[in-house]
């Protein structure tokens, strides 16, 4: 006696959550299995009545290999160690058939017929092919999700499919790569084990009102929930749950990550943004040139890392048209990737802000040694000295600092002021400027309280001084006749690049 007997009834129930689709893709999925040409499928409503006849033929020359497996559950599968084949459990017919109150099944075997009374096997054979015949219940508007469903296959190369007389249409390749990817096959004991093989992956349209979907030899799977804009159908078994409707998130991972790498030069700005590829350029498998390509579909070419650490460097590239990525625009993994392959670099980096001088560590220039000014440079340096004690009201120590190859004319920080003589020129040291002087000086001392150029309260700082300077100049003027300037209404021209830092 046998172990256990299955429900029809009950199994129907079961499979109502599934909808009818599968119950086609099962039938068609069989028929291209074989090394069929031509595969027919026609669905026929019952006037008047909830039913449909469905009906799928194919013209294999050999039909079934073995006609008990049209209803044997589970009996061992010819299929299942054959990458290339969509069947794994003998469970297709069976399936459909509990949702059929008749059938027929024909094929170069022999003929099942199923019904009422039973299930009845006759010699009555085919020369080719097989034939399924069933009596669905199917209400007319699951018959129109049905064909419709029946129109988002991807037929094989080498097999012409039609649906109601009419060729299923043609799904526009729009990509086609190899790849590596977790397959299922069985071994000589016929149990089934997960390997990898390298397989081929086609690209295809999607279509108005559809959304994307993984597909395993042209039946679909599962939606693509990522943003991706392409069918992906895998050339091989793509390792299923039971229902044969999902895949875990470390495949379908796999299949994104393949994808990025493979289609980088047709990326789009939407697809930079997606959420699939998001996951592949956060994957240790993708190619430094991908995650490049998504950078520059965000960000531009044109791009710096946000450096805390200097935030007038932020700004200024900002100015000049960069886009400045802020840290919670990556993940954690991608951030690894730009650093890794310099795919981004600092602000700071690309444009440092004037450096800040410790007046008591200096050792990274040139010093020159209060004894070796000239008369021009020790008269400046006073000068400076004094109109800080003025202007900011505490002492400032000044310094001369020979550093030709840097991009400041002087730095304030910590302790006082840096004159860069190699920058600013001797004539600055020795001429009577005294607008271009006191304009250096004030753009220095504002940064005793503001450290970034590009603020707002630094403009009001500079401002401010300013107007301490004028009130300066009425009440002493003695200051400047002092430090060897000659007051007098000559406009005195800007020296050349003695712009402050």
């Known amino acids: 006696m046998d172990w256990f007997t299955v429900d029809k009834a009950g199994l129907a129930k079961v499979l109502a959550r599934k909808g009818k689709a599968f119950a086609l893709y099962e039938l068609i999925q069989n028929a291209w299995d074989t090394d069929a040409g031509r595969v027919k499928v026609t669905l026929s409503p019952v006037v008047d009545r909830p039913l449909v006849w469905v009906k799928v033929e194919d013209n294999s020359p050999e039909g079934f290999k073995n006609l008990t497996h049209a209803f044997t559950l589970f009996a061992e599968s010819d299929k299942k160690a054959d990458a290339s084949k969509r069947g794994r459990f003998n469970l297709g017919?069976?399936?459909?058939?509990?949702?059929c109150d008749e059938a027929t099944i024909e094929s170069t075997k022999g003929t099942v017929i199923f019904n009422r009374d039973g299930r009845h096997t006759i010699r009555t054979k085919r020369e080719t092919g097989s034939l399924f015949v069933g009596r669905m219940k199917m209400t007319r508007e699951e018959l129109e999700e049905v064909t419709l469903a029946v129109q988002a296959l991807i037929?094989?190369?080498?097999?012409?499919?039609?649906?109601?007389?009419e060729p299923l249409p043609l799904r526009h390749l729009e990509g086609s790569f190899e790849a590596t990817l977790p397959t299922e096959l069985a071994n000589e004991d016929g149990l089934l084990y997960r390997s990898e093989r390298r397989t081929r992956i086609t690209l295809h349209q999607v279509r108005e009102g559809e959304t994307a979907k993984l597909y395993e030899l042209g039946i679909p799977v599962v939606e693509l929930?990522?943003?991706?804009?392409?069918?992906?159908?895998?050339?091989?078994?793509?390792?299923?749950?039971?229902?044969?409707?999902?895949?875990?998130?470390a495949y379908l991972r796999a299949i994104r990550?393949?994808?990025?790498?493979?289609?980088r030069n047709s990326l789009t700005k939407e697809d930079a943004w997606g959420q699939w590829l998001d996951e592949a350029t956060g994957d240790k498998r993708v190619e430094p040139a991908t995650v490049d390509t998504m950078l520059d579909l965000r960000f531009g070419e044109k791009r710096a890392v946000f450096d805390p650490s200097d935030r007038e460097a932020n700004k200024a590239l900002m100015n000049d048209g960069y886009t400045v990525i802020p840290g919670g625009s990556l993940s954690k993994a991608q951030w690894g990737h730009v650093r890794e392959h310099g795919l981004a670099l600092p602000s700071g980096k690309i444009k440092p802000s004037a450096i800040a001088y410790d007046l008591d560590g200096l050792s990274t220039c040139e010093v020159i040694?209060?004894?070796?000014?000239?008369?021009?440079?020790?008269?400046?340096?006073?000068?400076?000295?004094?109109?800080?004690?003025?202007?900011?009201?505490?002492?400032?120590?000044?310094?001369?600092v020979n550093d030709p190859k840097a991009s400041y004319l002087a730095s304030f920080g910590k302790g006082g002021l840096a004159l860069n003589l190699g920058r600013l020129g001797k004539d600055w040291f020795e001429c009577s400027l005294v607008a271009g002087h006191n304009e250096l000086l004030l753009h220095e001392f504002a940064h005793a309280k503001v450290g970034d150029h590009l603020t707002h309260e630094f403009a009001n700082e500079v401002a401010r001084l300013f107007a301490k300077l004028v009130d300066l100049a009425l009440a002493a003027p003695g200051l400047l006749y002092q430090h060897g300037y000659i007051v007098s209404g000559e406009a005195h021209a800007a020296q050349d690049g003695a712009t402050p830092t």
């Open 93 to 99: 017919e069976k399936l459909v058939l509990a949702l």
């Open 155 to 165: 037929e094989p190369g080498d097999v012409k499919t039609y649906v109601n007389g």
């Open 225 to 249: 929930e990522g943003g991706e804009r392409w069918h992906v159908n895998v050339h091989q078994k793509i390792p299923l749950n039971m229902d044969r409707d999902n895949v875990n998130p």
């Open 257 to 263: 990550v393949h994808l990025a790498n493979a289609m």
């Open 369 to 400: 040694a209060p004894s070796n000014y000239t008369e021009g440079q020790r008269n400046k340096v006073t000068y400076a000295m004094d109109l800080a004690r003025h202007l900011l009201g505490k002492e400032v120590g000044v310094v001369i």
